[in-house]
């Protein structure tokens, strides 16, 4: 079928069904129609296009190699319409169902993402935050596509599309293990290059926050490994010589919780905010703005809260390493 003008679109919502549960009672009872209209659908489905679509199967139907390729963007297509008409309606966040993808950093995930859950559950209990990594290097892919409705994190400016709200303060501490050399006496920029630098970078990239200004100062350090998860920071850092410089709520907690040190890091480092970015067509949608509000929200109060402090504790840094 190549003309579209006669295509009852109403047909995509029963293939949906369909495929979701592989059986076509189940599909009427999930569109809250009866056996015999969605079988009706079916057939009409099946001459438009000149495939049987769902062949008879123990236990239900299995799709064709058609129905196969359309699944994903009939069910995609169905999502946005969904999202768009949704957009449009009153957003009242203690009866509402609905799905925010989120795009976040490993960072803003850990730091943001418990009590944005807690805010959540307590006061739109029927949505669902859905997040995925987002960094430098894919935010803008995902906000562009849809498959972000915002994102969170050190990143760039975005063009005049987008808006740019600021978040969170940082800092930065070092973080090593107990009994490693560094723990006795001054910290000093001279001694803390002498061991080898731990680097957490999601995408791979080898430079981190500490090193431009490190070079500048006269003291460039040598990485003794690259990471893409924090997970196995604590790890790696009881079990060897390396030092890591990162974002003092995250290094509070992993001291905290894995018995590590805490330092102030030796070089004075401009202050920087986390970022939320998000398109400009998501201004008028009253979801989003109560997500964006919430978020705004939960970042302040964290920003309020009093830290636990090293006694020594100083230092800015203009992105996570």
């Known amino acids: 079928m190549t003309d579209l003008t006669s295509f009852d679109l109403n047909l995509l919502r029963v293939f949906d069904a369909v495929a979701q549960e592989r059986h076509v009672t189940r599909a009427a009872a999930r569109l809250h129609l009866s056996q015999p209209a969605v079988s009706n659908a079916l057939n009409r489905l099946r001459a438009a296009l000149g495939d049987e679509l769902f062949l008879r199967a123990p236990g239900g139907v299995e799709p064709t190699a058609l129905a196969l390729s359309l699944m994903q963007p009939v069910a995609e297509m169905l999502d946005r319409l969904r999202g768009t008409l949704v957009a449009q309606l009153p957003f009242d966040p203690a009866t509402a169902d609905r799905v925010f993808p989120v795009a976040f950093s490993e960072y803003a995930e850990a730091v943001l993402a418990p009590p944005m859950l807690e805010r959540l559950g307590q006061e739109a209990p029927g949505c ?20 972000a409705l915002l994102a969170v994190g050190m990143l760039p400016e975005p063009t005049s599309l987008y808006t740019r709200l600021r978040l969170l303060p940082e800092e930065f501490l070092v973080i090593f293990r107990r009994g490693h050399p560094l723990g006795e006496g001054e910290l000093t920029l001279e001694r803390l290059v002498a061991y080898p630098h731990l680097l957490h970078s999601p995408n791979g990239s080898r430079d981190g926050a500490l090193d431009g200004p490190l070079r ?6 040598r990485l003794g490994a690259v990471v893409a998860h924090l ?11 390396m030092v890591m410089s990162l974002s003092a709520r995250l290094a509070r907690n992993l001291a905290e919780v894995h018995g590590l040190e805490l330092r102030p890091l030796p070089l004075p480092m401009r202050h920087v905010r986390l970022s939320l970015v998000f398109h400009r067509r998501f201004e008028a949608d009253q979801g989003h703005a109560w997500l964006r509000r919430t978020l705004m929200q939960v970042a302040r109060s964290i920003g309020r809260e009093e830290p636990v402090r090293t006694g020594q ?9």
């Open 231 to 241: 997970a196995a920071v604590p790890a790696i850092l009881q079990r060897t010589e």
């Open 216 to 221: 500048e100062a006269g003291h460039p350090r």
């Open 313 to 321: 504790e100083c230092g800015r840094a203009d992105r996570l390493d």
């Open 128 to 147: 669902l935050l859905a997040i995925r990594h987002g960094d430098r290097t894919n935010a803008a892919a995902l906000l562009e596509s849809g498959e």
